[in-house]
Every structure is written in structure tokens, then in C-alpha cells.
């Protein structure tokens, strides 16, 4: 492209008037194509931070084999915006489109005058705020939200202190991010696919995973529907939409997106949720799951919980930006930071953003703020890195389940003989489930060599009968209540 | 470089005798009324159907393809010449119009083609959505494909090198070759990832790893190498269809190379090696650019009075030992000859395969010809001594024949 610049007047003016009918020409070629599900990107005004949902429909007419991308015309029309149409003469032609020039040299400060602020809906005595737009709920869904997150709190404390007991090898707890696990998973619809990280089981719990089969999953037996073949809290479960708990940090953003992509194929009236974690975000593959989101025009919401802490790393350590929420224009994706402990702000931002991530084919960020209570896993002592204060007062008094709590008992759908009864019903679940779980056989040697291709190959036949043979041989060094 | 222009010329002299007729059934074998006009059937476990004058059309014909157990390929039609990309380009169009979840991503591979032009003009026809050009992040692409695969798409990820899938080793390893497995089977992965490997002509040593050492070791993948048009399209066409995650070996130095292919649908065998020359006195293993130098290296043995039994051994992972067992027990003697570095390469895990399995069968030990462990130079006369060479060849196997 011809990098000409612009000086005398006359000859600006001129030029403008080219450039103008360019712009002009443009946009009358794209209007003619408004059909577009991109025709929103550019009505929207420059520095709208709040990101009023915009409820246009994309082309439904979606024909599969065929799909192009109309976002290179959408990039030649928001010149347009950045340009002085009254024949201003400070523009320059750069791939990448037009851009002002300056003479003053100023460097784009390292972080705003202010953070960006974050959404919230409760206050921290469970009041409403006044002038919210948040997205109303029913009483059977408030219900339903207040007492999964009970149930996924006493799960937590259960499955911890069973494995501080030695029944299960491994947890880690979601305490603290209630809000962000259950206020997501109402706000997603059941078509929409969850690709978590690992603290994330809330959407699995609200779409009917039963604590049976968490239980039978972190004790590894042959109910599991994963077959045993992951260590606890590695969920899967295709049937709930719900992905593969993968150890390694952030390797599931970019499959997010190649999930998203899949949708977009085929215009579904769906989108991905992903999770990430405040650490996670260092990453290597969040960067490159957020750009190709972004260039994609994929259906996505990136979830992050930035809690705080990454094991022992705090985030002044992590990252210096300010938190997650600023990268998202980085990438050219729209982004909303709320309060992770308000479970109505969570609910509310993630259904807005799923209803944009549709309509427009759009990637959206939302950053939920909140405090890890518990430590990372039961590998970790916390109180080693962090004051036992700081821990105590996160877990009474920004306690995301009391607050949620009080909303709902103020509203008169909720009491105490609520709480009691649901509390030792599930406990009584939650002891049950281990019990059974344990009791359950655990997966015989068939189970080592199935799946890692869809079909038993030789190689693998001679080593599962080489592995038969040996404990045929030794059946002393087999645990007998283990089937062969 | 003259082996490849040989290699070349002997392909497509192969008009006067239509080298697709000299088919090797490997485990079903055809009846003889279908075999029309075929003068040669050679079964891979040694019986022989064959008229005169065996030897001498043989070398005229050092590089024959062999038919797979599908289609009979002594149709009377002619079938059409192309050149390797070409015929990768044609079996990954003919398996997105089949399928439409069928759809490619890497670098470039859309408007621009592909850099070595095996997606050229799929974007246009199929939309730059399903021939989706990506940024510059292997981990993320292949990535990407990983989720698109677990979703229900089938999708084609080019490395632009394999170099660069080393990028990808993430999620190849940890989320490709694994998801199905620690899912329990509840997601598939039918995801294929292909790209040019191998040492070229002076492109540095980035640029001409083999991948295939590295990745030899990823438990829930499949590997294959391509060496011939014939097998490139029928193993693109295998790797698209299957459920696993496959990995599509090609090399840098094959892709102009021209021969004629069936017009009838076929597909190759995933696991299955190909027969390339039978013979009786030594066995030589070898896949992709390797199978070349040593059919060069098998004219010279023919002249002196030697029988090689060439195997382009194709399936890298796992090994076709049925076909390679079988010419073991007939020759007694093997020689491997590959690109990968002494340690740790295809041909190490072959010896090994081998030497545990047909022990008793072989009456010298196993010599493998590899490159050094050496990165790949840049200076022309180098980088050819780091290559396996004809010559090195005929002196192996007259060692090994002694």
C-alpha cells in the first residue's frame, strides 16, 4: 500500500475527496450485504464499554460447504470511523487500514488512570443495587442455584476430608468460586459446550451430573464413565456437553476454539464456554486461543476466575497488567469484568455474553474477580504463602454462598428448615456416594488397553496378553479383589 | 540429486509396462482370471507367480506400485498421470466432497494454496472457512483441530514443515494422542496432521527434522509416511477416514513426483507396507525419500547378482510385521535404510521389533543405515554426507550377503 502522506491542504482535500468516495463506494457495496452478521461490529460506537447487547441475528441461511468471511469488507469501512471526514489532513495508509498521525509523542500509558471497574448486582449483604440491568430469575432457577451451590460446597469439604482420611488420592475444592461455577453454568444453555480447566465441576453439577458419579470418578472404579483412566476432579462427560478435564494449564483454549469453529460450521444456536484460571493466562496458548477467536469470529466466552493465586504465585506476580479484562482489546474482543462473588452479576454478564457470542459470531472475555479459599489441591498447605486472616476473611465475610443466601431469603423463597433439610440431605447423599463408590469394583485389565485406538491393535493384543500372562504367573502380586 | 531424477524417469517409464498391474495382494489374494494382463504376481509371503524374464523387468521398473486389497486395479482404463501434490490434493478433494465435515486448517493453506500447493484452489471451491487459514501458532491450531475433531468436524491440520509441529508437541501428545483414552472413548479424535518432513536441498537444519523420531513414541497415534502418488492419495484418503489421529508423513524432495494413478477410487491400508521389489537374497526396509536411493542402489545390486527385496514399510506406527516377518523368513537377512538420526529413530525401533520377533529367522544381524546425529547442515556437499547414499547402500548389503 502507498504510504503517502498528507500535507498541504489543497492537496488533502483532494485526496479526501478520493478517499471519501472510496469510503463512501465501500460502503454502499457492504450495505448492499447487510444480511451479515457483521453489520452490528461497526454500528457500534467507538469506546462503548459497557457493551449493550446488540440483538441482531446472523444470516441463518448458512450453507455448510460454503462459508466465507466477510470481515475484510467490515475492515475497510471502520477507516471511515477513525478519519476526519471534514477533510482533516493527519492520516496515513498502512496495511492494516488508515490511521491518524501525530507530532507530539506520547506514549500509551502502561495502566489507566482507573481499573476497570467490575459489575455487580448484590451487594455484600445481598441487596439488590439500585439501577442494574441484570438479568431477572425465576424463583425455581434462584432455587436451583442457591442449593447446587450448597451442594457443591459440602462436596468440596467432603471429598477434601476424604482425602485428608486417604479415600480418595487427590482433590481440590472450588471454595470461594461458587458463584463463578454456578452462576455460569445457569446462564449457558445445555447445547453449549464447556471446555473447563479443573476447577470448574459447577456446570456439570447444574446440568445433572449426580455426586454418585463425581464420587465414582475421584475413587476411580468401574462406574466411572471415564473408565478410571484419569486421577479425581477429571470430569468428562459428553453426554453434559462437558469436555475432558485435561491436567496441562490453558490446552483447552485453543481446542475452545476449534470447537467453536465446529458451531460456526454448522450455525448452531450454541457457543463454547471456556475456563481459565488468573495463572493460566500466562500461558502461551491463551494468547493464541484469544487471537484465533478473534480473527475466527468464533461463537466463544472465555471465562477466566481470577482468584487471586496460582499455587503460591499472587497475581502481582503473574501478570502487570490490570488483571485479565484489558487483554481482551489487545485481541480485539469485547470484555466485561464482575464481581465473581455475585452470583446474579456472573449469571447475568455470561447470558449477555452468550446471547452476543450468537448473534454477532463473536468472542467475548468476561473476567470474574474472586478469592481462592481453599489451598490449590491437597497437595498444598496455603497458609505457608498467604496469612491465615486473609484466608479467614474471604471465606466469612465475601462468602459468595451467604450472600446469594440472603438475596434469595429476602425474597421469601428460601428459609432455615430450607438449609437444614437440604444440608443433611445431601450430606447424607455426599457420605453415601463415597461409601458405594468404594465399595465399587475397580476396572479390570481390559480397561488399560482399550480406547487408545479405536480398535485393539496387535502390538497392544501381545501386550495386554503378556500383562494377563505375568499375572497369571504371580497372582500373589495381583490384588485379589481387583478383576482380571 | 540423480537419484531423484531417476527415480523419476524410471516412473514414468513405466508407460510401456503399466507398473499398476504388478499388484501384491498381501493378505487376500486375487483370483488369476482377474488378472488381465498382469504377467507377475509375487505374494509377499514368497509364492510366486511369474513368467520370464523376471529380473530384467524388474529393474526397468524399479519403483512399482502395488495394488491394495480394494479395488483391482487392472481395469482396462488408463488411469491419469499426476504429480504428488497433485495427488494429495486429489484424495483430500475427493474426501471433503464425500464428507462435509471434512475440513482443513494451517498456515496459508487457504488463499494462498498451501506452500507446497496441496490445498491450491480448495478455498475457492470449498469456502475460506473450511480451508481456514490460521495465524502463525502451531500448538494453537492443532489445537483447535483437537477441539473441532472432538466436536464432530474431520479436520486436515498442515504443518507448513513438520519442524514446526514441534510447536504442536503439546497438544499432540498430551491432548491428541490421550483425550479418547482418559475420556473413557466418550470423544473421538479423527484428526489428521500432515506436512513435509525430511532433509531437502540445503534448507537448513529446522527445516529438515524427522518428526517421526520424535513422535514415534505418542501412545493413540498412528503414523504414516507417503512416498509414491499413489500411495500419498490412498493414504490421505486412509487417514481422513479413519477414527484415530494420524500423522501423514510426506517429503520435501517428493512432491513433483509424476506418476499415473488410477481413475477408480481407492484407498491404501494404514497399516499395511508395500512391496516394492521382491527378491530373495536380503531384505531392505526403507519408507519415503529413502525407498528411492535404494531402488537406485538396487540396479546396481542387480547388476552385480544380487536379489534385494525392497519394502517401503509406509506404516511407521505400528510396523507391518506380518509383511516384514514374512520377508524376513525368506531372506534371512535385513537392512534398514531411513533419514532418522542413528538414536532413537524409526529404524532403532524397527531393529529392535525385528530382533525381538524373527531372531531365529535371521542369519546376520540387522544393519541400519541412518543419518548421524548430527543437525542438518546447510553446505550442499555436507548435508549430503548426512543422507544414506546409494553407494553406502550396495556396500551394506554386499556386507550383509557375505
Excluded at chain 2, 362 to 389: F, H, K, M, R
Aim: proline letters at 4%; charged letters at 25%.
Amino acid at each position: 500500500m502507498a504510504n503517502w502522506v498528507i500535507r498541504s491542504r489543497t492537496i488533502a482535500h483532494h485526496l479526501n475527496k478520493k478517499m471519501g468516495l472510496f469510503g463512501i463506494l465501500n460502503l454502499s457495496s457492504w450495505n448492499s450485504t447487510s444480511n451479515s452478521f457483521h453489520s452490528s461490529s461497526s454500528t457500534m460506537p467507538l469506546g462503548d464499554k459497557h457493551g449493550r447487547p446488540h440483538a441482531i441475528f446472523g444470516d441463518s441461511a448458512t450453507h455448510f460447504a460454503v462459508r466465507r468471511f466477510k470481515s475484510t469488507e467490515a475492515e475497510r469501512v471502520s477507516d471511515t470511523k477513525f478519519i476526519n471526514q471534514d477533510g482533516g489532513d493527519q492520516a496515513l495508509d498502512f496495511p492494516g487500514g488508515k490511521v491518524e498521525f501525530t507530532s507530539e509523542m506520547n506514549f500509551i500509558s502502561e495502566s489507566a488512570d482507573k481499573r476497570v471497574p467490575c459489575y455487580r448486582v448484590l451487594d455484600d449483604n445481598g441487596e439488590l443495587i439500585v439501577s442494574n440491568n441484570f438479568v431477572q430469575v425465576r424463583k425455581e432457577v434462584a432455587i436451583k442455584m442457591y442449593s447446587d451451590m450448597v451442594t457443591l460446597q459440602m462436596m468440596d469439604n467432603i471429598f477434601y476430608e476424604a482425602q485428608r482420611q486417604g479415600r480418595i488420592s487427590f482433590y481440590l475444592t472450588t471454595l470461594g468460586e461458587e458463584a463463578i461455577n454456578i452462576g455460569s453454568a445457569a446462564a449457558l444453555s445445555a447445547d453449549d459446550l464447556v471446555l473447563p480447566q479443573y476447577r470448574e465441576p459447577g456446570p456439570l453439577m447444574w446440568r445433572g451430573f449426580t455426586l454418585q458419579e463425581f464420587a465414582n470418578q475421584c475413587l476411580g472404579n468401574k462406574e466411572d464413565k471415564g473408565k478410571a483412566r484419569q486421577m479425581p476432579i477429571h470430569y468428562v462427560s459428553k453426554k453434559h456437553n462437558y469436555f475432558a478435564v485435561s491436567s496441562p494449564i490453558a490446552t483447552q483454549l485453543p481446542q475452545a476454539v476449534g470447537a467453536a469453529y465446529s458451531l460456526k460450521m454448522e450455525g448452531k444456536n450454541a457457543c463454547v464456554a471456556t475456563y481459565i484460571g488468573d495463572g493460566g493466562t500466562s500461558e502461551g496458548d491463551f494468547h493464541a486461543g484469544m487471537n484465533f477467536a478473534a480473527v475466527l469470529e468464533a461463537p466463544i466466552i472465555f471465562i477466566c476466575r481470577n482468584n487471586g493465586w496460582a499455587i503460591s504465585t499472587p497475581i502481582e506476580e503473574q501478570f502487570r497488567s490490570d488483571g485479565i479484562v484489558v487483554r481482551g482489546r489487545a485481541y480485539g474482543i469485547r470484555s466485561i469484568r464482575v464481581d465473581g462473588s455475585d452470583a446474579l452479576a456472573v449469571l447475568s454478564a455470561i447470558r449477555t455474553a452468550r446471547e452476543m457470542a450468537i448473534s454477532e459470531q463473536r468472542p467475548i472475555l468476561v473476567e470474574a474477580l474472586a478469592y481462592r479459599v481453599g489451598h490449590h489441591s491437597t497437595s498444598d498447605d496455603s497458609t505457608k504463602y498467604r496469612s491465615v486472616n486473609e484466608i479467614e476473611y474471604w471465606k466469612t465475610a465475601r462468602n459468595p454462598v451467604n450472600r446469594f443466601r440472603k438475596w434469595i431469603e429476602r425474597n421469601g423463597w428460601w428459609s432455615d428448615k430450607d438449609e437444614t433439610e437440604h444440608r443433611s440431605s445431601v450430606k447424607k447423599q455426599l457420605l453415601q456416594a463415597i461409601q458405594i463408590a468404594e465399595k465399587t469394583e475397580k476396572p479390570s485389565i481390559e480397561g488399560l488397553f482399550s480406547d487408545v485406538y479405536d480398535h485393539l491393535p496387535s502390538n497392544l493384543q501381545e501386550q495386554e496378553e503378556q500383562v494377563r500372562e505375568t499375572i497369571r504367573r504371580h497372582p500373589k502380586d495381583y490384588p485379589s479383589d481387583v478383576p482380571v | 540429486m540423480a537419484t531423484i531424477v531417476g527415480a523419476a524417469t524410471a516412473l514414468s517409464a513405466s508407460k510401456s509396462f503399466d507398473s499398476r498391474k504388478l499388484h501384491l495382494p498381501s493378505r487376500r489374494s486375487l483370483s488369476v482370471s482377474e488378472r488381465k494382463g498382469s504377467f507377475l504376481v509375487v505374494r509377499s509371503d514368497g509364492s510366486v507367480v511369474h513368467k520370464a524374464h523376471r529380473a530384467q523387468k524388474l529393474i526397468a521398473n524399479a519403483v512399482a506400485t502395488k495394488a491394495d486389497s480394494s479395488a483391482a486395479s487392472t481395469a482396462s482404463k488408463p488411469g491419469h498421470e499426476l504429480l504428488l501434490f497433485e495427488a494429495l490434493r486429489e484424495g483430500l478433494e475427493e474426501e471433503m466432497d464425500r464428507d462435509p465435515t471434512v475440513c482443513v486448517m494451517g498456515e496459508d493453506v487457504g488463499h494462498y494454496g498451501g506452500s507446497y500447493k496441496v490445498t491450491k484452489g480448495l478455498a475457492t471451491k470449498y469456502g475460506d472457512l473450511r480451508v481456514l487459514d490460521t495465524p502463525i501458532a502451531e500448538n494453537s491450531f492443532t489445537g483447535m483441530g483437537i477441539g473441532a475433531a472432538m466436536t464432530g468436524l474431520r479436520p486436515i491440520v498442515e504443518g507448513m514443515n513438520m519442524g514446526f509441529l514441534l510447536l504442536a508437541f503439546n497438544q499432540i501428545s498430551n491432548n491428541c494422542g490421550m483425550l479418547h483414552y482418559t475420556s473413557g472413548g466418550q470423544f473421538k479424535i479423527p484428526i489428521v496432521i500432515r506436512g513435509p518432513g525430511g532433509v531437502g536441498r540445503q534448507l537448513g537444519a529446522e527445516h529438515s527434522q524427522r518428526l517421526e523420531s520424535y513422535f514415534q513414541s505418542i501412545p493413540g497415534i498412528q503414523m504414516v509416511a507417503c512416498s509414491t502418488p499413489y500411495n500419498a492419495k490412498g493414504l490421505m484418503k486412509a487417514a481422513i477416514r479413519s477414527e484415530n489421529p494420524v500423522i501423514l508423513f510426506e517429503h520435501v524432495l517428493l512432491y513433483n513426483l509424476k506418476e499415473r494413478i488410477p481413475d477408480e477410487e481407492y484407498v491404501c491400508s494404514l497399516e499395511e507396507a508395500e512391496m516394492v521389489r521382491p527378491g530373495e537374497h536380503v531384505t531392505i526396509l526403507t519408507y519415503s525419500r529413502m525407498r528411492y536411493h535404494v531402488m537406485q542402489a538396487a540396479k546396481t545390486l542387480v547388476n552385480k547378482g544380487y536379489d534385494p527385496e525392497v519394502i517401503d514399510i509406509r506404516s511407521l506406527k505400528p510396523f507391518d510385521l506380518h509383511t516384514i516377518g514374512n520377508s524376513v523368513k525368506k531372506t534371512h537377512r535385513v537392512l534398514i535404510v531411513e533419514e532418522c538420526m542413528r538414536t532413537g529413530g524409526i529404524g532403532a525401533s524397527l531393529t529392535a521389533a525385528i530382533t525381538e520377533n524373527f531372531n531365529d529367522y535371521l542369519d546376520a544381524p540387522i544393519i541400519c543405515l541412518s543419518s548421524q546425529d548430527v543437525p542438518t547442515p546447510y553446505a550442499g556437499t555436507l548435508e549430503e554426507w548426512t543422507v544414506v547414499q546409494p553407494a553406502q547402500i550396495v556396500t551394506a548389503v554386499e556386507q550383509l550377503c557375505q
